[in-house]
């Protein structure tokens, strides 16, 4: 019944791993995202993803990227991880017309060591 | 550029009222939202402007004035639960393909 979800929910990994995070949403909704929020709480997008069309933030270093097998799923994936990627990662979705008010999933919390 | 700023931190008292500010430069504009956040929750979506006005949805109401670059949530009858971030967001361009750009947030301390 859950509307988004991740997983893991929890992450321990060390550095320079390699570690993917998963998100699916049952919303039919056509539009997914990627959020950071660090330690201060401060929630920052990271990608975008409608319709095969990716926006990226240009802060977000290369070694994050975006996969979408389907239209339903955006998973996130990391290449040599480093402490400074420790944060808690949300995924969202929402419905391009209307509002186009986002519905967060759980988050994942990355602890890199 | 984009700023959005609010207060780090306000207190209130159960059963009181409580206004949050939220001030925002964008480089383009297509509607304001407010989330509220639960320590160790994902935020969860309160209110949506993109028209200047208030939006009434039971206790909470949200104002936004466009010219002005402002918007504020008003929470009524306060509650304990009431206790949480809430946090602006503005969406900058016209389709949905963009995210938001949340402000820091406002811890809000609801007290007996």
């Known amino acids: 019944d859950t509307a988004v979800s991740q997983t893991p929910k929890y992450l321990v990994t060390q550095m320079g791993n390699d570690k993917s995070i998963k998100c699916e949403q049952n919303?039919?909704?056509?539009?997914m995202y990627w959020y950071k929020q660090d330690s201060k709480k401060f929630l920052k997008i990271m990608f975008s993803y409608n319709n095969k069309e990716l926006i990226i933030n240009e802060t977000v270093p290369n070694r994050f990227s975006p996969k979408s097998p389907d239209k339903a799923h955006l998973n996130l994936h990391i290449n040599s991880l480093e402490l400074g990627d420790s944060a808690v990662y949300f995924c969202a979705s929402s419905q391009g017309s209307g509002p186009g008010e986002q519905y967060f999933g759980p988050g994942t919390r990355l602890t890199v060591t | 550029g984009q700023n959005i700023d609010q207060p780090t931190e306000m207190t209130a008292t159960e059963g009181a009222i409580v206004q949050i500010n939220c001030t925002y430069q964008?480089?383009?504009?297509?509607?304001l939202f407010w989330y509220q956040q639960h320590a160790g929750e994902a935020p969860t979506f309160l209110s949506y402007n993109v028209l200047d006005g208030l939006e009434e949805k039971g206790r909470f109401s949200s104002f936004l004035s466009r010219s002005k670059g402002y918007s504020y949530l008003l929470l009524k009858e306060l509650q304990m639960k009431d206790s949480a971030s809430y946090l602006c967001?503005?969406?900058?361009?016209?389709?949905?393909?963009?995210?938001?750009?949340f402000g820091k947030g406002t811890h809000l301390i609801i007290q007996p």
């Open positions: 964008t480089s383009g504009f297509n509607g």
């Open positions: 967001a503005v969406r900058s361009s016209g389709g949905g393909a963009d995210g938001l750009t």
């Open positions: 919303l039919g909704h056509d539009t």
